[in-house]
């Protein structure tokens, strides 16, 4: 089945450590993206990337970190930098587009709790 | 400043009763637009998307949307509601030529009561 998969479903770090979510898809898609979604604030992007070894800032980058070495996968970095980040984090991936928009695919998502 | 309205952060709606979920975006040019769905603890499934065309849009599960330019608004209905319904709806847009960055809505948590 083709689909975007994200590991661990639920994720606890002690403060003070960096942790890396697992985002991959099999979807053949150049885009991928992540998100943070916090209870009453819809999701904010924290990155994105288009085509591979490349990534872009979102709106909400600062204590965060990404990769893009294959297509298939962009593991996001939790760093201890992040104030707060208890929070359900989305991954997503489209078609890369010229000037059209292509429709994002979300995974499950991983909830990340700082203890 | 740029942004997407739900101005409505809980709904509460019997079976079988219709539903409008609202929202309203604030940009300079008319943006593309979208209803997700996320159940609990779930990732987000497109419900409906507008680009350009017919203002009224179906998706699926059901759901209608309709594109108001005037109103800057893409509201989000269904005729007859399903307790299976019961999630969280998010509206979201993106602006031509941006990358497809999405800025999503705060939300609306739908409640279906039997």
């Known amino acids: 089945d083709g689909g975007i998969t994200q590991s661990p479903k639920y994720l606890f770090r002690k403060e003070g450590q960096n942790v890396t979510l697992s985002c991959e898809q099999n979807?053949?898609?150049?885009?991928m993206y992540w998100y943070r979604q916090d209870p009453g604030q819809g999701l904010r992007l924290i990155y994105y990337s288009q085509i591979v070894n490349d990534f872009q800032k979102g709106d909400i980058a600062e204590g965060y970190s990404v990769s893009r070495e294959k297509k298939e996968s962009f593991p996001l970095t939790v760093t201890s930098a992040q104030k707060n980040p208890t929070a359900f984090y989305l991954c997503?991936?489209?078609?890369?587009?010229?000037?059209?928009?292509?429709?994002?695919?979300f995974g499950p998502g991983t909830r990340l709790t700082v203890l | 400043a740029q942004s997407v309205t739900q101005p409505d952060i809980h709904i509460t709606v019997s079976e079988g009763a219709s539903l409008e979920l609202r929202c309203n975006y604030s940009y300079g040019a008319t943006p593309y637009l979208f209803w997700y769905v996320q159940s609990p603890g779930q990732g987000l499934q497109l419900l409906l998307k507008?680009?350009?065309?017919?203002?009224l849009v179906q998706g699926i599960k059901g759901f209608e949307a309709e594109f108001k330019r005037s109103q800057s608004s893409f509201n989000l209905r269904k005729p007859s509601v399903h307790w299976s319904d019961a999630a969280e709806y998010f509206c979201?847009?993106?602006?031509?030529?941006?990358?497809?960055?999405?800025?999503f809505g705060t939300g609306t948590r739908l409640q279906v009561t039997l």
């Open positions: 507008y680009f350009s065309g017919d203002t």
């Open positions: 997503a991936s489209s078609i890369r587009g010229a000037e059209s928009y292509n429709e994002q695919f």
């Open positions: 979807l053949n898609h150049d885009a």
């Open positions: 979201a847009v993106v602006l031509t030529g941006t990358a497809s960055k999405l800025t």
